[in-house]
């Protein structure tokens, strides 16, 4: 990651049960959406797996900067997603963004 660029994660769980078409389908979704906006870098889609957090589901992005970060977040693909498929079909999140240590 370049001094500059921003790591964006979210994990989550969603309304759907685990493994279910309803679910296969916002994760695969999410990733044909939101990788189709130009700023997007090293789009990654996880399953959980440590007994240490309770989430199901994380996505996880880097933006060459913050300039990049503020375009995506106002670009009309993620708007939509958000408001149109996240807003209604996810039950709880944490959202975390990092930056490299002393950048």
Known sequence: M???????????????????VEAERFLKDGERLLTSIPVV??????????????????????FDSQADYDAYNAHP????FVEG???????RFLEIDFKNYGA
């Open 41 to 62: 870098r090293n789009f990654q889609v996880f399953n959980q797996v440590s007994v240490k957090n309770d989430y199901q589901y994380g996505f996880s992005m880097v």
């Open 77 to 80: 693909v993620h708007v939509d």
């Open 2 to 20: 370049e001094n500059n660029s921003i790591q964006h994660m979210v994990i989550f769980d969603l309304k759907h049960a685990a493994g279910s």
């Open 85 to 91: 498929r996240w807003v209604p079909e996810v039950a």
